[in-house]
């Protein structure tokens, strides 16, 4: 009997997985799943994002086994070890959810050339050469590109269901043990849970996503995305979800905070797409004439920075939240990025990389877009002269300080007025809160009104050494 490879790359699931579907209604249900480990991304094997995919491929073995199957995982260059498997067994075809980015191009591309595998489905909904604009060029910003997304006829497969009972795979086909890795108490990697999460936002929190999703101090967005980065849920489902969602409410007012959701998915389908039609944003800013910024090397500033030590609460909160949970959220990001980048002036990289090694989520298109876009620097950005205030955005985005409290203990007790800027509490008042400024609690690592002006014009002489200044906004 001839098998077919169900190859899992970012599609961690059995449940609405058309690779994996094809692959085993093609041969009777003869499937290897296999994972291969692939060193020339042993970098990211350093990141907690790792310790994720880990985890749910210990608890996919498990599915697989429950159904008769069992999880094959192989090492070293896909290539090889796809040739090796191909030569050594009867295999017809390989089968693999399409990844679009640069890497997985060229690794899939060359693959093809020597082995039978095809791509189905894919991390995004919608290829990233199906929205394109009218002259067929890429969108490089969000609105229109939002449009033309939506535009097109929506036009989702039926959930494919996972199978319920597998042909096992012979003990003959060995398999290297899944590495151990640590618990992770806030995320559990299972694809049970990711569907868990996607129907109590569904059923609790989307009626209100619009109004609330940008509040810090409440839980009102999905916690889905490291769900979504190695496919545990689908990208299928979670629009399907929106949509079924959307039917049973005539109301269109009732259904903003569905479609407020459904647009944040759409940024990850842009992202995506940047990436794969312009993939050196991984090494530079996308807009040329923001390269020649003349950014500072504070080695002390920048581990204040990713240790939460920088004395803005709302700063140290999120930071904090990160190192501790793995995930922060998406208007703490903003904040927390453009405080490096614009407050101490430090290259916007050097936060991308940290995000990248941190986030449970990380995924090089949403944080290279999320870094360009708070830096100014990319495309469809925000207006480089556009400073978040880190007391403001505390003010407005957790106004009474409860995000602020649970991260940064030590201004608990710090009365509301002074919560987002505990610097300005009469020094009495510190010393009877156990909280003084520079003991407790580290004092300011800059002055925001002062760094700024010191970032724009750091902006502007970029601008001035390029030729391309008239083309910035
Ligand atoms: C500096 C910076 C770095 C970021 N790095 C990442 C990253 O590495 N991985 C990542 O998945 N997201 C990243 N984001 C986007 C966003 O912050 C997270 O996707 C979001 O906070 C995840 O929380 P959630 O699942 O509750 O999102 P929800 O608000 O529930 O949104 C649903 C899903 O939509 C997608 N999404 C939402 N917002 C965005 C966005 N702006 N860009 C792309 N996709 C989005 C995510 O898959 C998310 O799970 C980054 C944003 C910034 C500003």
Redesign the pocket.
Known sequence: MAFNIWWIRRDLRLYDNPALMTAFKANEGYVIPLFILDPSLQISWESRRFVFLIKALHHLNADLRSRGSRLIMRQGNPLSVLTRLVHDLPINAIFAEADYSPYAIKRDNEIKKTLPLQTVGGVSLRDPDLVLKADGQPYTVFTPYSRAWRSLPLELAAPVAAPVQMRSVPQEIDSLDLPNAFELPYYLPTESEGQMRLES?INTKIEN?ALR?DRMDLEA?????P???FGLVSAQQ?VRAVISYCAGLPDEDRQAGAYS?LN??I??E??NAILFHFPTVLKEAFRPGLRQINWRVDTAGLQAWQSGQTGYPVVDAAMRQLQETG????RA??I??SFLVKDLLINWQE??HW??RQ?L???????N???Q??AGVGTDAAPYFRVFNPVLQGQKFDPVGVYVRRWVPELAAVPDKYIHQPWLMPVLLQRDLHCRIGVDYPDRLVEHDRARERTLAAYQESLRASDTQHKIV
């Open positions: 936002f996503y999703r967005t999905s916690n889905l995305s769900y979504l980065r979670a959701w944040e998915l940024w990850r842009f992202y995930w922060m959220h998406n990001r903003m927390t990025a936060g991308e995000f990248m986030l989520d990380g995924d090089p298109a949403a944080n877009g999320g870094w876009w708070t």
